[in-house]
């Protein structure tokens, strides 16, 4: 099923800049697909796979004078899962500063491509990141009914783009993706071995999803360190597995400042490390999925529309709570997401007295489209 990406005509319109694009992303979210759309069919292109030994030999062991000839009648440079290369920051600025060739990097990793490029390529490069399929994109190619009705089945099983090419096997492929990406590719790639303390981890996260997290409890709960609870929520952060969301304040003392909330970006994933694929009326954690689901959504809509918003939750101390709050430049709007259709919110006046939001809206199954997509 060939679902069009909102990115492709961002990345083609791009493309005639004299700077290199970095396309971000997990794993098996469709940049390669993505990629191979948007070559034109008489464009003449050299794809590099990194991951490949012949991929990294070629950046590794090739001269100045090699790469014009190999790359002397090609009009795009290709290079996927670029953080495979070593310096390949500096080695896209020469090639940049060197050839007229058009660059394209992928990496499922940002920390790792990130550091290797952001020196190198300061002002030279322009930014992507591509997510599972989002509700936008499933809305234009399915149509709004249809998308409307699978709300059930994105809640449950979540919309990676060979999840929703596989109806009624979702299960498998999310363990697929599971297995292969998470345990095997992110922990595997940076030596970090498979064990209980860890998968403890994920699936504690997993649990909280929406909840406030505290590394303290979380260290508790795995035997892990506090330095390690930490790092390993790094990297499964840099690898777009999950995000955390910081709390909102001005610096008001009763208000919270060192807890935060982990969401995931995919709600498949999240059900595949806790094993719970049943339907909604029969889950006690719907509340969790449903925030869930809206929250990764907007973030995705945000990214993909270029909306400069940041993103907080609000809590203070006396337990009073809104699900999201977003800051663009000075102005506030907060949004309380309920998956019950007949719940109703006040909108805490400590939050609404001082901070004065533009927006206070209450986000349900009755009007969420319109806040998920454009």
């Known amino acids: 099923m060939k679902i069009p990406r909102h990115l492709s005509h961002l990345l083609r319109n791009n493309l005639g800049s004299r700077k290199a694009l970095i396309l971000y992303g997990a794993r098996q979210t469709g940049k ?15 794809w590099i796979n990194a991951d490949t030994f012949e991929g990294q030999q070629f ?12 790359l002397a009648d090609k009009d795009l440079l290709i ?6 290369i070593d310096n390949i920051g500096i080695k896209l600025k020469i090639l940049l500063d060197e050839l007229p060739v058009k660059i394209i990097a992928t990496g499922s990793s940002s920390f790792d491509l990130a550091n290797k490029i952001n020196e190198p390529l300061t002002g030279r490069k322009t930014v992507f990141t591509l997510f599972p ?7 234009n190619h399915l149509g709004l009914f249809d998308e409307l009705n699978a709300l059930e089945s994105r809640l449950i099983f979540g919309s990676y783009p ?10 498998a492929v999310l363990s697929e993706i599971v297995d292969s990406y998470l345990f095997k590719d992110i922990f595997s790639n940076n030596k970090i071995k498979k064990s209980d303390k860890m998968v403890r981890l994920i699936q504690a996260l997993a649990f909280q999803t929406g909840q406030l997290v505290s590394y303290n409890e979380l260290s508790n ?3 892990l360190n506090h330095e390690t609870v930490e790092r390993y929520i790094d990297l499964l952060e840099q690898s777009f597995v999950l995000f955390r969301v910081s709390p909102y304040s001005s610096n008001p003392r009763n208000e919270l400042k060192n807890l935060r909330k982990i969401f995931f970006f995919d709600n498949g994933v999240r059900n595949t490390l806790i094993n719970n694929f049943n339907k909604p009326d029969l889950r006690n954690d719907i509340g969790q999925l449903w925030e869930n689901y809206i929250i990764s959504e907007r973030v995705k809509f945000l990214n993909n529309e270029k909306i400069n918003t940041k993103i907080y939750f609000w809590r203070n101390h006396n337990r009073q709570e809104i699900d999201l709050v977003e800051q663009n430049g000075s102005s506030l709007d907060a949004y309380e997401i309920k998956w019950k259709t007949t719940s109703k919110y ?3 006046d400590s939050f609404v007295e001082k901070y004065k939001p533009k927006t206070t809206s209450v986000i349900s199954r009755d009007n969420y489209e319109s806040f998920i997509s454009s």
């Open 32 to 46: 390669t697909t993505l990629l191979k759309h948007l070559i034109e069919e008489n464009q003449k292109v050299l």
């Open 59 to 70: 950046f590794n062991h090739t001269s100045l004078e090699r790469y014009k000839r190999t």
């Open 79 to 84: 290079v996927d899962e670029a953080q495979r």
């Open 133 to 139: 399929l989002s509700f936008n994109e499933l809305k």
């Open 162 to 171: 060979e999840v929703i090419s596989n109806p009624g096997n979702e299960t």
């Open 221 to 223: 709960l795995t035997g």
């Open 346 to 348: 006040r909108f805490p």
